[in-house]
Nanobody, 128 residues
Framework: QVQLVESGGGLVQAGGSLRLSCTTSGRTFSSYTIGWFRQAPGKEREFVVVINWSGGSTYYADSVKGRFTISRDYAKNTVYLQMNSLKPEDTGVYYC?????????????????????WGQGTQVTVSS
């Protein structure tokens, strides 16, 4: 069973930065597609970014392009989300998720069966 644990959330002023981590258990980390989603109060969970198993392909939501960067460290079984120039609208609970295959057409859908494993989430609050 794969377990994902997010960390790094917190309270930051607009324009500031945070780095989130998603650490996975298990020996198959290198084969997983990892995605980040977020959910603001009263809103649906939305796609933020995804990275494929090799790190060679990434897709970002338009709202975070140029400000967020995803990367993965195979030695630490960890995916990082560097968030710069944060805005109040970036506030929400950030979740990482793992998928066993790379299907770009499915990565943005958090409600389907593509994403097999989810973390518990970490709160990010950006004050204005």
């Amino acid at each position: 069973q794969v377990q994902l644990v997010e960390s790094g959330g917190g309270l930051v002023q607009a324009g500031g930065s945070l780095r989130l981590s998603c650490t996975t258990s298990g020996r198959t980390f290198s084969s997983y597609t990892i995605g980040w989603f977020r959910q603001a109060p009263g809103k649906e969970r939305e796609f933020v970014v995804v990275i494929n198993w090799s790190g060679g392909s990434t897709y970002y939501a338009d709202s975070v392009k140029g400000r967020f960067t995803i990367s993965r460290d195979y030695a630490k079984n960890t995916v990082y989300l560097q968030m710069n120039s944060l805005k109040p609208e970036d506030t929400g609970v950030y979740y990482c998720a793992a998928a066993e295959v790379w299907r770009p057409i499915l990565v943005r859908d958090s409600s389907g069966s593509y994403w097999k494993h989810w973390g518990q989430g970490t709160q990010v609050t950006v004050s204005s």
